[in-house]
């Protein structure tokens, strides 16, 4: 096929969704793990053994973002020595294979070390696995798309993260509906269950994959006896590609991994723990916007089509750059807890408890209070009174100030704080949307899949990854300013628009049959 | 723009091992045996660093090219690579 004679519609049609069903059942495996990473923990990381907690601060750390680009070299090099189709394929079923085997392992007192060290070894396989699977699957839809209609045909496959995530919280929160607490938690309890479903999901993504052919393009290098022997040598020893591997990394993906995290994963982590905001709260807040913004992927992956890749992703990184600290500053205004004081909140329900102690007794108190705009919030005090020996309260010692906990915003500013969250997760979207067709159409055939796939999971796994573990760092080193963890993605988005802006060209190269 | 794109060579050359020299110092400084943040884990620390120099050594790789003025001309199709 080149580019004049594209494939059927019915048959790209065919091609998106066993690429994106694909790719949208990887990223399912990856959050399950994410989401359930407590009760895991206590399965099978028991506290206080220290190879324990090494081989879980591994596990929940390394698939996450060492094991990635590990993954992107070694699947890359097989998708541009063997093929796309057989290459994803095997990265789809070493993945949902070894989640399905994580919801098999017994627990940490059933076969004691065996049961840490198992997690690791199928938590690698995934990450490795999931490095793989995007160059694929994006590679394979780019060969099969008209010129024309590549960004909006690939901008498929970037739904498929926000998918997974969806899909997660459903099935997770289906099971949990189901069941108690204590059956959810058991050792061979409902939080297998989201492990075990994956295997039926995998099938059906299997016998979907299968029944495609190869990509034409590659098909026809094949046949020419055009592929490479040795893609890796050809991807980062050829000094001409290894600096577009380079601009790849520096210019645009760098920044997009930033973008993404902040939009899809921080601002959560920032309304549940810095505002105090209520779990449900904040989770349906995240979920309207995600949802109300994912169309957004096809429109951008439509533009790039249009008036190129290159803006529309420097764009959304340098409105990242210049939104996010407002953004954030009012989520913190907006559930300012001395702001709360100030208004004379209705005390809706109070719950008194007294704890005796050698000496005297624990008071805790628990009271719900209401504003008069209809925010709502819980108030946790804690005192020691201790008693002399003639039976009266001796002193008191005020253990904590009153901490403000559940907080529930009133629905004008549930709406701001969805809109906000929205924006952010559009520029997502806006970065997101056109990479994969920017990034094929910067490689060659013979070397794409391995040459677009590790900037994009350093981009996304290390850059990305990042985020929380830096904010941490800069949260730790300058406590004064609770925002100082956004200077990280500004700071990396900035440098990433600066070089992208720049170095990278606008133009749009139609032929990826070369 | 040429020679704005050498002259910023010059600023990603020195910016990777201004990146090492920051992550050595912040893991010296807050790796804590004792601690329980996921900052005082030196086994992050060690995979942070492990995986951060080559990206900066890669930093310093793209500014020394862009300093050469190998980013002046960027390729057009797959036979200039």
Redesign the interface.
Known sequence: MNQTTAAPASIIRQVIVASSVGTMIEWYDFYIFGMLAKTISTQFFPEGNATAA?LS??AI??AG??VR?FGALVFGRLGDMIGRKYTFLLTLILMGGSTFLIGLVPNYKSIGMAAPLLVLALRLIQGLALGGEYGGAATYVAEYSPANKRGYYTSWIQTTATLGLFVALGVIMLVKLNMTDEQFNAPWGGWRYPFWVSIFLVIVSIYIRMKMEESPIFTKLKKEGKTSSNPLKESFR?K?????V??A??GAVMGQGVIWYTGQFYAQSFLETKCGLEFEQSRTIMLWAIAFATPFFLFFGWLSDRIGRKWIMLTGMFLGVVLYYPIFSTFLKDTDSKEWYKTESKLIQEDRKITPIEGGSIFHRTAHFETPDGSKYTQVFTDTVLINNAGAPRRYFELSNPVLTNKKVNTTTYFKFTFLVWIMIVLVTMVYGPIAAFLVEM???KIRYTSMSLPYH?GNG?FGG?VP?IG??LT?TFPQNPLVGLYYPIGIAALCF??GS????N?I?K?VT? | MNTLKKLLGIIWLLLGPVVIYFLVQGAITHIDPAGKKDINNPVIWIIIITIFTPIAVGLMIFGYYAVKGEYQHLPENSNEL
């Open positions: 090494l601060t591994l750390f390394a973002f060492i680009p050829n001409a590609n290894f600096k577009m380079l601009l990394l520096f490689f060659p055939t350093i290390v990042l573990f941490l760092l730790t600066v070089i720049i170095y990278l060209s133009k190269d032929d070369d």
